[in-house]
């Protein structure tokens, strides 16, 4: 999949103190599953857990795999890999980050533990619920926007 990136040399814009964090981080967790690769922003993630099982949600929205239970709660659970558009079997193995925004989570489930990284810049990319991206370790990734991505699938 090709995205058209434009770049920003700053993390954080100057005079965009009072911005949520999730729209312009300093640090994110790298997300992969597969071949996909994503940021999100490290304040977004609620916890990181192995994954846990998983029944399936008939009628969901089509990059929801089914709804897992974390910490009491039934969570709707969405691959990595189809929210960057990939056609990706769901695993039975690997880890999930939970993400939430206004009282509501949604886990998202990645191969591999994610990595805690520094953001080296902000780029743009078009898109419905990835609107921008960030430059790590000299890659230029999408950043999950969770509170989209949380309206899109809960709504």
Known sequence: MAMSMTTSNDATPPGDAGRD??????????????????????AAAREVAKRPSLARLPGAAP?????????????PLVELGALLG?????????????????????????????????????VTVPGDWITQGVRVEGRELPLIDAARLITDVLH
């Open 86 to 122: 990939h056609a990706v079997p769901i695993p039975t193995q690997g880890w999930i980050v939970v993400v939430e925004h206004a009282a509501q989570a949604v886990a998202i489930g990645v191969d591999v533990l994610p990595e805690l990284r520094d953001v080296e810049a902000t």
């Open 63 to 75: 990059v929801v795999s089914g709804v897992t239970h974390v910490r009491g709660d039934f969570v």
């Open 21 to 42: 964090a999730a729209e312009h981080p300093a640090r994110v967790l790298i997300l992969r599953a597969g071949d996909a690769l994503a940021a999100l922003p490290w």
